[in-house]
């Protein structure tokens, strides 16, 4: 069974500051997905970046990127420029190639001041 | 705005009780998954149906049971409550099981157990 683990249960950045989110995760797959999801108060969880495992180039979008590490396991995501919009609950996820149920960390809540 | 509904937004329910939470889907996608998120914590996987066929199942008991109709909505209905299953119930659809990697999540429907 894969495990998901957000060591940082809450971290708070000020505003056009750079953050880095924490996540690592075990699997014996060779090849999988892994993702951050974004959760506002509205509760909508909203896709912000994905990294496909057989992929080495890490990826990136607009001012979000990502450190894959597979040796490791290591998955961290970096805000750059942040914004108050970027105050959320930020989840680390995991899917294997078989089905796409999607394995959880348990969060990292981002406070972003002005 | 990701084109997934869910009704109702909030439920009160007592214990041992039976609920039916709805989801409708995109259009075109035959694949939908339901999550439970406890309060403070990432959402764990219920269950997931393709074309119609529940297509694998996380650590829940029989009572959570569901239903997808060719209309591309869905039903996760759940007997006896008990105190633990407050929570806020996801469901999020995508393509299909394997060759598209995106999710696409409801706002969620909040339900307390009293």
């Known amino acids: ?114 | 705005e990701t084109g997934v509904t869910q009704s109702p937004t909030h439920l009160i329910k007592t214990r041992g009780q039976q609920v039916t939470l709805r989801c409708s889907s995109q259009s075109g996608h035959n694949t939908v998954s339901w999550y439970q998120q406890a309060l403070g914590q990432g959402p764990q996987f219920i269950f997931q149906y393709y074309r119609e066929e529940e297509n694998g199942r996380g650590n829940f008991p029989p009572r959570f049971s569901g239903l997808q109709f060719p209309n591309y909505s869905s039903e996760l209905n759940v007997n006896a409550l008990e105190l633990d299953d407050s929570a806020l119930y996801l469901c999020a659809s995508s393509w299909d099981l394997t060759t598209s990697y995106e999710q696409y999540f409801g706002p969620g429907t909040r339900l307390t157990v009293t």
């Not at chain 1, 993702?35 to 979008?61: C, D, G, H």
């Not at chain 1, 396991?73 to 930020?90: H, P, R, V, W």
């Not at chain 1, 989840?91 to 959880?104: Q, V």
Request: aromatic share 12%.
């Open chain 1, 1 to 114: 069974a894969q495990t998901v683990t957000q060591s940082q249960p809450e971290m708070s950045v000020q505003e056009a500051e750079t953050v880095t989110l924490s996540c690592t995760y075990d699997t014996s797959e060779s090849n999988y997905y892994l993702f951050w999801y974004k959760q506002p108060p509205s509760r909508q969880m909203i896709l912000v970046i994905r990294q496909e495992a057989y992929k080495q180039q890490n990826a990136t979008e607009n001012r979000f990127s990502v450190n894959f590490q597979k040796a490791a396991k290591s998955f961290s995501l970096k805000i750059s420029d942040s914004q108050l919009g970027d105050t959320a609950m930020y989840f680390c996820a995991f899917r294997g190639t078989s089905g796409s149920r999607l394995t959880f960390g348990e969060g990292t809540q981002l406070t972003v001041n002005p």
